[in-house]
């Protein structure tokens, strides 16, 4: 007997089954398992289905949806753009985002849904983002970070920060060795301003003093203000003679961080992963022809991070039993947003950066580091190719 047949069986007794005494429900439910050949339990929950079902126990109950699935496709619109980031970050970017995409003509749904996600409060945005099924898997990398003999020439600096202005920034290498750190592969120096978590990722081949060097030289052109403090780890592509006298000669500050501690660079370690590695992941990048490639890929991707997307800051961290209780400032900003607000950044510079902001789209921005993004990965894997064939 088909499905079809045994719902119009059910349908024809359910009425009677729902009024009837005791006894009655055993008669009729023992005439449906024989006529379906189904168990009397899964008899008893198909007639329960029917009910809660039945359009006349339901009618004017509950309270009417008004976030409809046409708000939710709003929504998940502007969390792509943003690249899926959670509920606390995406709010305080809704506004600006549907006011570029819409000025752009890139805005497709309609005025009732778009009225009603730019008043949607924080809580909503967070519980139906969290809802949104999108997965990382997380992956631990490799360490290429080695003690220095020559850490005594760079100070210890251990804070604070909070007095520190834009231009005063930590550093760190991120090693692409895949599954082992033997042979040579492209690392990402990491440049992140402690003031207003302004990022400038640049690639380079190995970690040699003298590419570390350039990379950096590189981060201070590209960085809007003027670079005023270096701050990184006790890695030796940082502690070493060579950039310490670039450093001098710039009139840089250099600071290190106290061996085995790495909460000493807490900006860039965290950025380390929600940048490098959430965009390129942890498969190892081998061949000296892409490097020029990520570089191109981190131009477009500072641009999007640094405009458009917010940041939260840690206010404060305290230890509770064996857990830690942070506390979060109130409302997520982008570095754009920081700089803008932050006293010690000139006029000019805010002003600059304003014209440049005022031309960006960030759904132009994300497809083309989606587009580079391919392109890193077809380089390598051509490479690759060609090499095995080689050998």
């Known amino acids: 007997m088909n499905m079809a047949t045994k719902n119009e069986i059910f349908t024809r007794y359910k009425k009677e089954y729902y009024q009837a005494t005791k006894s009655r429900k055993g008669e009729i439910l023992d005439a449906v398992a024989e006529v379906t050949n189904m168990h009397r339990k899964a008899a008893i929950r198909k007639f329960r289905m029917l009910q809660l079902r039945d359009p006349a ?41 549907v006011a570029i995409l819409r000025r752009d003509r890139m805005w497709k749904h309609g ?64 090693a692409h060795c895949g599954y082992t750190l033997l042979g040579d592969f492209v690392f990402t120096v990491n440049y992140t301003d402690a003031a207003t978590y302004w990022i400038i990722p640049r690639a380079q081949w190995n970690k040699g003093q003298e590419a570390t060097k350039e990379s950096l030289q590189k981060v201070k052109e590209k960085l809007p203000v003027i670079l005023l403090g270096l701050h990184p780890d006790t890695g030796s592509e940082f502690i070493n003679w060579n950039l310490k006298n670039w450093c001098d000669a710039e009139k840089i500050d250099f600071s290190r961080s106290e061996p085995g501690k790495k909460n000493d660079n807490m900006y860039v370690e965290e950025r380390n992963g929600h940048v490098v590695r959430k965009y390129l992941g942890y498969m190892r990048f081998d061949c000296r022809e892409v490097v020029p490639i990520i570089n191109d890929l981190y131009d477009a991707l500072a641009l999007y991070l640094n405009h458009f997307q917010a940041v939260r800051r840690t206010l404060s961290k305290k230890k509770v039993g064996a857990k830690y209780k942070r506390t979060y400032e109130q409302m997520p900003k982008t570095p754009y947003q920081r700089m803008g607000e932050h006293g010690a950044a000139p006029e000019q510079i805010k002003e600059k950066l304003r014209a440049e902001h005022a031309k960006l789209n960030p759904l132009i921005l994300l497809k083309e580091i989606d587009r580079l993004t391919a392109k890193v990965l077809q380089v390598q894997k051509t490479v690759a190719t060609a090499i095995k064939k080689v050998s």
């Open 57 to 97: 126990k339901q009618e004017g109950r509950g309270r009417k949806v008004y976030y409809t699935k046409d708000v939710d496709a709003t929504l998940l619109t502007v969390w792509k753009v943003a690249n899926k980031p959670c509920g606390e970050l995406l709010y305080p970017m809704i506004i600006e985002y």
């Open 111 to 174: 005025d009732e849904a778009t009225s009603k996600l730019l008043a949607m409060k924080e809580h909503t945005v967070r519980r139906r983002v969290g809802g949104f099924a999108y997965g990382q898997m997380k992956k631990r990398g490799l360490s290429a970070t080695k003690p220095s003999l020559l850490k005594h020439i760079i100070p210890i600096f251990k804070g604070p920060w909070g007095d520190k202005p834009p231009g005063w920034g930590q550093i760190d290498t991120v």
